[in-house]
């Protein structure tokens, strides 16, 4: 019998949420259980860890080797949802397994009875089902679904799509002891939980461990290190000798029994026998891992294990076991897997591993029935150099993805990977590249003009430029726990981490922060780096050896590159881009490695013979590493040329000269600095910057303000900033960092830790705008650089602009039901795509904006479910719905809003909805973002992207327009504002499904498309998305039911909103049905209450907005509830 049951809530293990499984479901051999007892159809979330348990009453001699039992789960309806799950043996006569869904809907799993060897009936025909639901991907990543290799075979996404870029920091023995999980100890100086989330703040989601460490409980007995033989030294650094282990010194194999026969010492593990104790410490750790986002590069263990020396074949064919052990309690999670931590050029070493990898290799083939893991995360082996000239050449298909580590640790790597994207087509990384800090060796000593910091961003910028697009490790002194630093020449900088120095150490060293910088320059929307091709040897006309690097799309349209720094006297000249068309137009932007911040230089085009020069380098800091950026204007699209915020259109203008005298520019009066209560001013002639910029005031006190008059409204405020000393003519040496402050406008903080040096350098303008709402008759500046706002030195301002439009009055509205009287009138587009058949899209505004399907669109054919009805399906091909002049009554404002569920959100521009691209607006949707366009009559156009949207998801996406700002929101929230002044540019076409430029079309399911001749505010944006949510909820119940009248009495939920618990009042006494779904539609709980005010809980589901439903005597009431 197969009996359900929760695990106990005052068990230890729950209480310290060791483990953060949703459920657990025993499965037992005896009939007689007195556990509470579930349905099945208890649901998880995608991605969410179901735990079985099976309690066998067989008797085994070697529970580890003896039972090699798998599971096959799958979902209905799906034949590519299928997969194989091995059991793991967890202590005593307990057996788990752990299985994910990976899709929302039904699910069922059985044990694969031919894999039962001895009939155990604890396994034979046993099965079970449950419910998934849509995971929420914007608390966790990992939500996005398992890492897998993108279709392009040189990236990686998650299962849904989203581009998956494997950012990661290196501590090989995170995983033990060395680390205590809660607390610091003098090994680490931080606990695991605290470096993770350390890690995690600075954009850094992946992490390289290795799983387990047997040799490390005798490795410090004299001899028995083969890394250093004859000495009683053990792995690593000191302090973590013998502390690779589990809590209470668990170790992960037992020990030889002392009668057993021993390979070379009287001290042995016994890999044939596991221990579950320290492997349920490495649980709690890779679940938080898995909660925070984070990827593990996941090894099974390192390479000086003794294990393929062993003479009994026995133990080398526990290989197999170990592996399996491993997939089956981890392989729950998203992770890159390595099979063995090889990173030695030992004649010896490397062919008795390959001989273990590849025979435990053939016999998962053989379980699973396909090489690969069993929710298909990407399989790797570190290789000493390049897997290219070893795992790939002797175990090709134990590989999905390519690497190099270890070895050289130089720009001989890019070499290495540029040579795996010639010959190879799997994704690549560097896994081990120079570690700063760290001791050198095997010919990889620092390049002359550089130190630890700029060769380890080389080696981070040229090896993803190189070919190493799937992401990059970073890794320093601190990969053991605490330093393993070794001695350095003085030449050499000497030894910079004293050895043992606490890992806390490499948070705030060598700038390893800027590796979250390096994950946002290659994920930037504005470009599509799966196209990119090594072009270093190509394109480059000197690279230093791979020095510098480059990498080019297929068709040249756009590049990525990066030029090392270099601190000499006489540094060598930045080389040119070569061997591109003639005559080319490019956009050329520099990006500071330090910053995450692009700078432009404008458009640079190429000569005669297709050769690029590049400018030079901001500042002409030469001794700073600078990535860089071209795109060409064919790319970037005439409708995106122009993204600056244009000064609008103005009655009212205040400009202040801070620091000067009245001054008139551009026929524009600044007048004498005023308004402000402390401070000093500069006056720097010598900069050539033109006045009000050639002045600026500052404040020694580090803190100052400016106290403005005005009328209550709103204005435009620009601030310009312009650094007059540091790295300025006649000024003090310059640098970032040696000027940082805060601004607040109205205490809303504005400016966190403003840089200007840092984003323009020095001697350059540096203009910011902001909108402000002024309702004290005062406009309050504010500006701090003190050490507890994280500042530097003195904050400075060079000149203020506050600029507005005419404020007329406007009648105060005097009731509730008159704003939704207005609201109705001033929708003048509705198009519900529910026709059933034929070429017309109904206009149900009454305005008669019929549409017309174009070019084999048609209701009968392209017809699908929607989230509200029905819902036409757009192909990506030419397929569009042509509307009439929609935009003629917009040129004071609008909102179009749409439902979408796009099947190719990764995309290029892809038009929903607007009046083309050559004029009035475009809602769009490009590379998993939200794109609005507006064109003005005065200021010209603007088209920016923002927010994040989600393949095979229904989304409500909206776009305002009120002639000053462009607003952005998705599912109701807004996610981006831009500033943007004037009147519409009417456009006498209009579409849905294509922008009218090019092949721009839409792929994907549209549904319930408005237009509104105003902007709408954010709280009416969320309603429409809150009535769109009730519409689907209404609309996907059983139409089979009898037929249920709208309640006109009113039942209402209290507390609402909730912690959890609530009651429902208002309702007749007798039974009733009362459902809860989420956004999504799904039944979260479904139940029949006899009682007055039945209460229900929601303590176990996420934050957010749910819908309830009430069916009793034929009345239907339908409400939300907020659970916080």
């Excluded at 925070?292 to 996941?298: A, D, K, R």
């Excluded at 390049?386 to 270890?406: E, F, G, M, R, Y």
């Excluded at 000027?739 to 504005?750: A, I, S």
Aim: some cysteine; hydrophobic content about 35%.
């Amino acid at each position: 019998m197969i009996s359900l049951f929760e695990v106990e809530k005052n068990t230890p293990y729950l209480k310290n949420q060791i483990l953060s499984f949703k459920l657990i479901l025993a499965v037992l051999t005896f009939s007689w259980t007195i556990a509470p007892v579930f349905a099945q159809e208890n649901s998880y979330a995608v991605m969410e860890v179901v735990e079985l348990e099976f309690n066998s009453q067989q008797q085994y001699d070697n529970a580890y080797l003896d039972v090699d039992v798998w599971i096959e789960l799958r979902k209905s309806d799906s034949s590519n949802e299928v997969y194989r799950i091995p059991i793991f043996w967890d202590g005593e006569n307990i057996f788990r397994a752990r299985l994910v869904a990976t899709s929302p809907g039904n699910w069922s799993w059985n044990i694969i009875n031919e894999t039962v060897a001895n009939g155990d009936p604890a396994f034979i025909n046993k099965t079970g089902t449950f419910i998934a639901t849509p995971a929420d991907t914007t608390i966790n990543p990992n939500n996005h679904g398992f890492i897998r290799v993108a279709k392009n075979k040189r990236t990686l996404e998650y299962a849904d799509g989203t581009p998956y870029f494997y950012t990661a920091d290196t501590s090989w023995s995170a995983l033990t002891e060395v680390f205590d999980y809660n607390h610091a100890n003098d090994i680490t100086g931080i606990s695991f939980k605290n470096y993770i989330l350390a890690r995690k703040n600075q954009g850094f989601n992946g992490l390289n461990v290795i799983a387990s460490f047997p040799d490390d409980t005798y490795l410090e007995k004299m001899g028995r290190n083969l890394d250093r033989p004859d000495t009683e030294t053990g792995l690593w650094s000191t302090k973590t000798w013998g502390k690779k282990v589990g809590p209470n010194g668990a170790t992960p194999f037992e020990m030889k029994d002392p009668n057993t026969n021993f390979t070379d010492w009287s001290e042995e593990v016994d890999y044939r026998k596991i221990n579950p104790e320290y492997w349920k410490s490495v649980d709690q750790r890779m679940q938080f891992l898995s909660d925070e986002g984070f990827v593990t590069l996941f090894e099974s263990v390192r390479r000086h294990e003794r294990w393929p020396f062993r003479t009994d074949a026995s133990e080398k064919d526990a290989f197999y076991n170990y592996i399996r052990y491993l997939w089956a309690r981890y392989g729950c999670y998203n992770m890159i897997f390595s099979w063995v931590h090889h990173d030695t050029n030992s004649g010896n070493v490397y062919p008795k591993w390959q001989e273990l990898v590849s025979r435990a290799n053939s016999k998962l083939y053989e379980k699973i029935g396909d090489y690969k893991m069993p929710y298909g995360q990407p399989r790797t082996a570190m290789s000493y150099n390049s897997t290219l000239i070893n795992w790939q050449k002797d175990v090709p298909n134990a590989l999905d993805l390519q690497n190099v580590s270890n070895s050289g640790r130089d720009e001989k790597m890019h070499r290495w990977l540029n040579d795996i994207y010639d010959n190879m087509e799997q994704p690549a990384l560097n896994l081990e590249p120079f570690y700063p800090g760290w001791g050198l060796h095997s010919n990889n000593e620092i390049n002359p003009g550089q130190n630890d910091i700029t060769m380890a961003q080389m080696q981070m910028y040229g090896s993803v430029l190189s070919g190493g697009l799937a992401g990059h490790a970073w890794g320093d002194a601190w990969y053991a726990g605490a330093a393993a630093s070794t001695n350095r020449s003085l030449e050499d900088g000497g030894t910079i981490v004293p050895k043992n120095d606490p890992q806390v150490n490499a948070l705030t060293r060598f700038d390893s922060q800027a590796m979250g910088h390096l994950k946002n320059f290659i994920l930037d929307a504005d470009h599509e780096y799966g196209r990119l091709i090594p072009a270093a040897d190509s394109h480059l006309s000197d690279s230093r050896n791979f020095v510098h690097t480059l990498a080019i799309s297929d068709d040249e349209e756009f590049a990525l590159g990066f030029f090392a720094g270099d601190s000499r006297s006489n540094p060598d000249p930045l080389p040119t881009i070569t061997n591109l068309t003639e005559s080319k137009t490019y956009l050329f932007e520099w990006w500071n490695v330090t910053t995450g911040k692009w700078l432009s230089e404008g458009k640079i085009k190429t000569d005669d013979k297709g050769i690029l020069q590049p400018p030079a380098v901001p500042n002409n800091e030469r001794t700073k590493n600078w990535a860089y950026r071209i795109r060409s204007e064919v790319y970037i699209g005439d409708e995106t040329v122009n993204e600056v915020v244009d000064e609008p259109t103005n009655n009212f203008a205040l400009r202040i000269n801070a620091g000067g005298d009245e001054i008139t520019k551009d026929g524009n009066i600044f007048s004498a600095d005023t308004s402000y209560n402390t401070g000093n001013t500069l006056n720097r002639p010598q900069t050539n910057l033109e006045a009000p910029y050639k002045t600026f005031r500052y404040s020694r006190s580090q803190e100052m303000s400016y106290e403005i008059p005005l009328e209550d409204g709103e204005y435009t405020v620009l601030l310009h900033f312009a650094e007059l000393w540091f790295g300025a003519t006649g000024g003090g040496n310059g640098g970032e960092g040696l000027r940082v402050f805060d601004v607040t406008m109205e205490d809303n903080l504005v400016e966190d830790n403003l840089d200007v040096f840092a984003e323009v350098g020095a001697e350059t303008l540096l203009t910011k705008t902001y909108i402000v709402n002024v309702t004290d008759g005062q406009l309050d500046i504010d500006f701090s650089s003190l050490a507890s706002d994280g500042g530097n030195r003195h904050p400075i301002i060079n000149a203020i602009e506050i600029l507005a439009s005419e404020v007329k009055d406007i009648p105060e509205e005097e009731e509730e039901e008159e704003n939704v009287d207005n609201e109705l009138d001033e929708l003048i587009g509705h198009w519900p795509l529910d026709e059933q058949n034929g070429i017309n899209a109904n206009d149900v505004s009454n305005k008669g904006l019929v549409g017309t399907l174009k070019n084999g669109l048609t209701f009968d054919t392209h017809k699908t479910d929607g989230h509200i009805g029905s819902a036409v399906y757009f192909d990506g091909s030419d397929k569009r719905i042509s509307l009439p002049d929609i935009d003629e009554h917009l040129q004071t404002g609008l909102t179009v809003s749409a439902w979408v569920n796009p099947s190719n959100a990764e995309g290029g521009y892809q038009g929903i909805v607007g009046s083309s691209t050559s004029g009035g607006f475009m809602m769009f949707i490009k590379q998993n973002k939200l794109a609005f366009k507006v064109t003005t009559n005065e200021n010209g156009k603007k088209l920016i992207s923002a927010g994040n949207i989600k393949n095979n998801s229904w989304q409500m996406i909206s776009c305002t327009y009120d002639g000053r700002t462009m607003e952005f929101y998705i599912n109701g929230k807004n996610v981006h504002s831009e500033s943007l002044s004037g009147t519409l540019k009417d456009k006498d076409e209009a579409w849905l499904g294509w922008s009218g430029w090019g092949e721009e079309y839409f792929e994907g399911d549209m549904d319930d498309v408005r237009l509104f001749n105003k902007a709408l505010t954010a709280e009416q944006i969320f309603s429409m998305y809150e009535d769109g949510i009730i519409d689907s909820v209404s609309d996907n119940i059983n139409t089979e039911q009898e037929p249920i009248t709208v309640a006109t009495a009113q039942a209402y939920a209290y507390p609402n909103p909730t912690v959890g618990r609530f009651k429902i009042f208002g309702l007749a006494t007798g039974i009733k049905s009362i459902t809860v779904f989420d956004f999504a539609s799904d039944v979260l709980i479904s139940i029949e209450s006899d009682e007055a005010d039945p209460e229900l809980d929601l303590s176990a589901y996420p934050a957010g907005i749910y819908i309830i439903r009430v069916v009793q005597n034929g009345l239907e009431y339908a409400f939300k509830v907020v659970k916080e």
